[in-house]
């Protein structure tokens, strides 16, 4: 089978290339997936550039990739949860680079049918975030105002919905040009960060203030819409110490108790619903030349939304 690896550290058109690898057996608790469509994240960026090294190892050539989905094309036998043929989305630790992969059946959920390959891909990490951010690290409630910066992005996106979904005042920061875009998801209030201080708009008025932006750059902003005593949850950096007004201040990190079947269960629900909204800027064709093109694009300025990669 034929899989997109990285053969070291470095810019996308050096590193990537297409190798030939031997199928994984299936065990038990395991499924085989025939990969359709896989997204790309900003962490693979931070990946192939070398900026986990500290906390990640990789042997080279390595398979990157945590957002697919596809269709069952193997299962261990005695297997009840999944038959062959099944349409899946997937969370696996790595290997969505490439035509499949095998992983445990926990990390794996069925789809509905008019749920795309392409839209499943983009739902993964961005809303597994998403989902484990408000009901398992805050245990959110609908009665609470909470912010969120950077809206438009991946796990912006989905945060605005989920908690429009959630009955909570829900409101929003973005670039103005994704205004009418967000509200449309269920944004209460919306400032656009790059006409007017959101800060000023928005002071004080928020129990719990979510920066999803890139990097965490609206920490100054956030500051000033947390109410005193409120919350604050940062993807990536928070406000120093010093920087600080009386609150709770949390790093959102993954883990292990989070479990995927659950906020994949939940995902899919609201989508069957008719009100999750899988914000794509870009689909891509199966092959080398698109991986290498959407990790340059990510690593500058993209348009908000995820790009994907999908068989036609």
Same mark, same amino acid.
């Given at each position: 089978?034929?899989?997109?690896?990285?053969?070291g550290?470095?810019?996308?058109?050096k590193v990537?290339?297409t190798?030939?690898?031997?199928?994984?057996?299936?065990?038990?608790?395991?499924?085989?997936?025939?990969?359709?469509?896989?997204?790309?994240?900003?962490?693979?960026?931070?990946?192939?550039?070398?900026?986990?090294?500290?906390?990640?190892?990789?042997?080279?050539?390595?398979?990157?990739?945590?957002?697919?989905?596809?269709?069952?094309?193997?299962?261990?036998?005695?297997?009840?949860?999944?038959?062959?043929?099944?349409?899946?989305?997937?969370?696996?630790?790595? /290997?969505? #680079?490439?035509?499949?992969?095998? !992983? $445990? %059946?926990?990390?794996?959920? &069925?789809?509905?049918?008019? +749920?795309? *390959?392409?839209?499943?891909?983009?739902?993964?990490?961005t809303?597994?975030?998403?989902?484990?951010?408000?009901?398992?690290?805050?245990h959110v409630?609908?009665?609470?105002?909470?912010?969120?910066?950077?809206?438009?992005?991946?796990?912006?996106?989905?945060?605005?919905?989920?908690?429009?979904?959630?009955?909570n005042?829900?409101?929003?920061?973005?670039?103005?040009?994704?205004?009418?875009?967000?509200?449309?998801?269920?944004?209460?209030?919306?400032?656009?960060?790059?006409?007017?201080?959101?800060?000023?708009?928005?002071?004080?008025?928020?129990?719990?203030?979510?920066?999803?932006?890139?990097?965490?750059?609206?920490?100054?902003?956030?500051?000033?819409i947390?109410?005193?005593g /409120?919350? #604050?949850?940062?993807?990536n950096? !928070? $406000? %120093?110490?010093?920087?600080? &007004?009386?609150?709770?201040? +949390?790093? *959102?990190?993954?883990?292990?108790?989070?479990?995927?079947q659950?906020?994949?269960?939940?995902?899919?629900?609201?989508?069957?619903?008719?009100?999750?909204?899988?914000?794509?800027?870009?689909?891509?064709?199966?092959?080398?030349?698109?991986?290498?093109?959407?990790?340059?694009?990510?690593?500058?300025?993209p348009?908000?939304?995820?790009?994907?990669?999908?068989?036609?």
């Amino acid at each position: 089978m034929e899989r997109f690896a990285i053969t070291g550290y470095g810019e996308p058109n050096k590193v990537f290339q297409t190798i030939t690898a031997q199928p994984r057996e299936v065990t038990s608790g395991h499924i085989r997936v025939a990969i359709h469509a896989f997204a790309i994240n900003p962490y693979d960026v931070s990946l192939r550039r070398g900026e986990q090294q500290e906390f990640r190892s990789l042997k080279f050539p390595y398979v990157m990739g945590n957002d697919a989905a596809g269709i069952v094309t193997e299962i261990f036998p005695g297997e009840t949860d999944f038959s062959v043929g099944d349409r899946v989305v997937i969370h696996p630790v790595s /290997g969505a #680079y490439g035509q499949e992969v095998v !992983l $445990p %059946t926990k990390k794996a959920a &069925k789809i509905p049918a008019k +749920l795309s *390959f392409a839209q499943a891909a983009s739902l993964v990490t961005t809303g597994i975030t998403a989902y484990n951010l408000l009901f398992q690290l805050l245990h959110v409630n609908s009665s609470q105002t909470v912010m969120v910066l950077g809206a438009s992005g991946g796990v912006g996106s989905l945060l605005v919905q989920l908690l429009h979904q959630n009955k909570n005042r829900v409101l929003a920061s973005a670039s103005k040009r994704n205004e009418e875009k967000i509200k449309s998801w269920g944004a209460d209030e919306f400032s656009a960060y790059d006409t007017e201080d959101s800060g000023k708009v928005f002071f004080e008025q928020a129990d719990i203030v979510i920066d999803a932006t890139k990097g965490s750059k609206s920490g100054a902003i956030g500051l000033k819409i947390l109410k005193p005593g /409120g919350t #604050y949850v940062a993807l990536n950096e !928070l $406000p %120093t110490e010093i920087e600080r &007004k009386d609150g709770t201040y +949390l790093r *959102f990190v993954p883990k292990k108790d989070y479990q995927d079947q659950r906020a994949f269960a939940y995902l899919l629900n609201v989508f069957a619903k008719g009100n999750l909204f899988v914000n794509i800027a870009e689909i891509l064709p199966f092959e080398l030349e698109s991986v290498i093109y959407a990790h340059e694009k990510i690593a500058g300025h993209p348009a908000a939304g995820k790009i994907v990669i999908a068989k036609s």
